[in-house]
């Protein structure tokens, strides 16, 4: 795996924990664990939950020039085969493929006989038709006809395997998702906190909170929201209505001076808050947004739900053919469509609390199902699908 992340460190603690599997996690960078510069969010940063407890784990020494995941050179670990060969593994589990180090892995002899599972995210939600994209499909597939298991994420993922040529006998439902007992056991004290935060900025609690939560940068399309919003505001829609923008990135500037004088009065900004804070952050709004105009996921997503709050994405999101039932546990609208973003908003601007809450509530049922109880069970049945584990041996 490329570095430690908030989302799977739990869950590698939770399979140690919980079933019969021996891992061994090797990372090939030690961004989150180390302060490092995120190109993102444009600073450093160091996650303040811990991320290596509970499971064993090593660092494969990365000696890329320009370490990281924004480029094919930025995973190179020279050692990694040699490391992984001395644990003798019975299987290997990939996360990813596009990277120098995956693909020495998977080209190398000395593992052809151990099975190999991959688990991504990417799907075809966003993909442009064409004879650029077919033909990056059919590598795609001859690279995939080396793996003997693929751990789908959700929907759209699972397609995305399909399309790639990957029988459904190969591909096992290991959903995306977050620590929910860490965010459902928050919940209780994010709430009291929130109230408290909302009341410093003069925010009602019968006030409909809309919240961006993530990095500004042009991929989110936190502009969207930010123009939709403005527009609703300007036509009367959206009186006891508030915006809340939390994170950071380059767009940061762009966004505050579209705010106008709506800055600071129905539109804030917070900071970027690190994974301690992220409960009292979901709790302050009553709906999430995502506009994006590509999200392999949205984990943010799962997170919010966990906090009973409904979400609003777009439709290249690959979360919301999982996770957002139409007016069950929240809204889509069809990506890149500025007038059709501004429909959904008012839609639910026009409900009343009590309604935002059942569909809240409906969604915090709903992400239950995308654990990680449930994301080991996929594991261990891909497992068990490999020659040499047949009948659980």
């Known amino acids: 795996m490329s570095h430690p992340t908030q989302y799977f460190s739990p869950w590698f603690k939770y399979i140690v924990e919980n079933s019969h599997v021996v891992l061994k996690v090797f990372y090939l960078w030690d961004f989150g664990v180390e302060s490092r510069h995120d190109q993102s969010f444009g600073h450093s940063l160091k996650w303040d939950i811990p991320l290596l407890e509970g499971y064993e784990y090593e660092f494969v020494p990365n000696i890329s020039r320009d370490p990281g995941t924004h480029h094919f050179m930025g995973l190179n670990n020279p050692e990694l085969g040699a490391r992984i060969a001395d644990w003798r593994p019975d299987a290997i589990l990939m996360f990813g493929y596009t990277y120098l180090s995956h693909l020495s892995i998977m080209c190398s002899p000395r593992f052809y006989k151990i099975p190999l599972l991959m688990r991504g995210d990417s799907h075809d939600l966003s993909r442009s038709p064409g004879i650029k994209s077919w033909l990056k499909n059919r590598l795609r597939a001859c690279l995939f006809k080396r793996f003997s298991g693929f751990l789908a994420?959700?929907?759209?993922?699972?397609?995305?395997?399909?399309?790639?040529?990957?029988?459904?006998?190969?591909?096992?439902?290991?959903?995306?998702?977050?620590?929910?007992?860490?965010?459902?056991?928050?919940?209780?004290?994010?709430?009291?906190?929130?109230?408290?935060?909302?009341?410093?900025?003069?925010?009602?609690?019968?006030?409909?909170?809309?919240?961006?939560?993530?990095?500004?940068?042009?991929?989110?399309?936190?502009?969207?929201?930010?123009?939709?919003?403005?527009?609703?505001?300007?036509?009367?829609?959206?009186?006891?209505?508030?915006?809340?923008?939390?994170?950071?990135?380059?767009?940061?500037?762009?966004?505050?001076?579209?705010?106008g004088t709506e800055l600071g009065v129905?539109?804030?900004?917070?900071?970027?808050?690190?994974?301690?804070?992220?409960?009292?952050?979901?709790?302050?709004?009553?709906?999430?947004?995502?506009?994006?105009?590509?999200?392999?996921?949205?984990?943010?997503?799962?997170?919010?739900?966990?906090?009973?709050?409904?979400?609003?994405?777009?439709?290249?999101?690959?979360?919301?053919?999982?996770?957002?039932?139409?007016?069950?546990?929240?809204?889509?609208?069809?990506?890149?469509?500025?007038?059709?973003?501004?429909?959904?908003?008012?839609?639910?601007?026009?409900l009343d609390k009590a309604r935002l809450q059942a569909v809240g509530y409906a969604a915090r049922k709903h992400v239950d199902r995308y654990s990680y109880k449930q994301a080991t069970f996929g594991l261990i049945k891909a497992i068990h699908s490999l020659r040499g584990f047949k009948n659980g041996n």
């Open 153 to 259: 994420v959700g929907k759209a993922n699972t397609e995305y395997f399909q399309h790639c040529n990957v029988p459904d006998s190969k591909i096992y439902f290991v959903p995306h998702c977050v620590d929910n007992l860490r965010f459902q056991s928050a919940a209780n004290q994010a709430l009291q906190d929130a109230a408290v935060w909302r009341a410093e900025l003069g925010i009602s609690g019968a006030a409909t909170v809309l919240l961006f939560a993530g990095k500004f940068e042009n991929t989110k399309r936190p502009q969207d929201l930010v123009d939709a919003f403005l527009k609703l505001r300007s036509e009367g829609a959206a009186k006891e209505c508030y915006l809340m923008m939390s994170g950071a990135g380059a767009l940061e500037s762009l966004l505050k001076s579209r705010a």
């Open 266 to 350: 129905s539109i804030f900004f917070a900071p970027f808050q690190n994974q301690t804070l992220m409960p009292k952050v979901y709790a302050f709004g009553d709906v999430l947004v995502l506009p994006s105009a590509g999200e392999t996921w949205g984990l943010a997503v799962n997170e919010a739900m966990n906090l009973a709050k409904p979400v609003i994405v777009s439709s290249r999101v690959g979360c919301g053919p999982d996770l957002v039932i139409d007016d069950v546990t929240g809204w889509v609208f069809e990506a890149g469509d500025p007038t059709a973003l501004t429909g959904v908003l008012q839609k639910v601007l026009s």
